[in-house]
């Protein structure tokens, strides 16, 4: 498996850089073991019964990054790309002419869109938007919460592709 470069995180760096850089790490570590695989491949599901495939898990993600960063941080209502309330779980349920393009291309603009996001902000600043609990966050919540996130999948993912063909590691 050939892994893209992936950015790593410096050692000494302040809090806010430190947080944006482990974000940015688990991102490109979801990227590298989506790489190299077939449309097949990526829509493979993981093992009976469970539906997890990377390229569900891709979706996934581009709503999570959606929901924390559109929806919670600053209140918009885009809507979701994947889930409904008829199928919550969408992202996870791809169909055969679901491809790994517009996944990864959904995927880096709703990516590009929270880093814009957060770029006016600061660690301290609050949450708009509703949250089921009633819950306010900070954004230095929800980098650790994002980070968090992309690390749990990531273990599947890395699952994943091992199943896949026997690629491990980074």
């Known amino acids: 498996m050939t892994t893209p470069e992936r950015t ?3 050692t000494t760096a302040d809090e806010r850089s430190m947080l944006e850089e482990w ?8 990227a590298g073991k989506c790489a190299g695989l077939t449309e097949e491949q990526l829509g493979e599901a993981s093992v ?3 539906e997890l495939s990377l390229l569900g898990l891709t979706r996934h993600m581009a709503e999570v990054e959606r929901h924390w960063f559109r929806r919670i941080l600053i209140g918009e209502d885009p ?7 008829e199928d919550p779980d969408g992202d996870f349920h791809h169909g ?11 995927w880096q ?3 590009a869109r929270a880093r814009e996001i957060a770029a006016g902000l600061t660690l ?6 509703p949250h089921r609990a009633g819950k306010t966050f900070n954004l230095r919540w929800i980098y650790v919460h994002m980070i968090e ?22």
């Open 8 to 10: 790593v995180p410096s």
């Open 23 to 30: 974000l940015d790490f688990h991102r490109e570590t979801l």
């Open 48 to 50: 009976a019964p469970s």
């Open 79 to 85: 809507g979701g790309i994947y889930d409904s309330e």
């Open 96 to 106: 055969e002419t679901d491809t790994w393009a517009e996944a990864h291309d959904t």
């Open 109 to 111: 603009a709703e990516i």
């Open 124 to 129: 301290d600043d609050l949450s708009t938007g």
């Open 149 to 170: 996130e992309y690390a749990r999948h990531n273990g599947h993912a890395d699952l994943i592709r091992e199943r896949i063909d026997g690629a491990t590691g980074a």
